[in-house]
Nanobody, 123 residues
């Protein structure tokens, strides 16, 4: 089992930047592919970004491509999401999760989840 804890959320103006972190503990972080998802009020949880265990492969949702960067530091057991050029529509609770196989953009392909961190982008 692995425990995940997100941090770094907050209130930012449109066009601003934030960096989210996801600290992992428990089983070996470096053995997991990881993902970021987000959920806005009244909407389904949606895929944001994926990174392979080594960091060599990444995927992004079209809505964040070119603005967000996913990365990881395996010795520190930490996952990151650097968010730039933020828009009001990026407002959501952001979650990190471990990928257990299957399509990387599906919620069902992930098993362990953090509690989430709120990101609010004002216009």
């Amino acid at each position: 089992q692995v425990q995940l804890e997100e941090s770094g959320g907050g209130l930012v103006q449109a066009g601003g930047s934030l960096r989210l972190s996801c600290a992992a503990s428990g089983r070996t972080f470096s053995s997991y592919n990881m993902g970021w998802f987000r959920q806005a009020p009244g909407k389904l949880r949606e895929f944001v970004a994926f990174i392979s265990w080594s960091g060599s492969t990444t995927y992004y949702a079209d809505s964040v491509k070119g603005r967000f960067v996913i990365s990881r530091d395996n010795p520190k057991s930490t996952l990151y999401l650097q968010m730039s050029s933020l828009k009001p529509e990026d407002t959501a609770v952001y979650y990190c999760a471990t990928h257990n196989g299957g399509s990387y953009y599906l919620v069902a392909a992930y098993d362990y989840w953090g509690q989430g961190t709120q990101v609010t982008v004002s216009s």
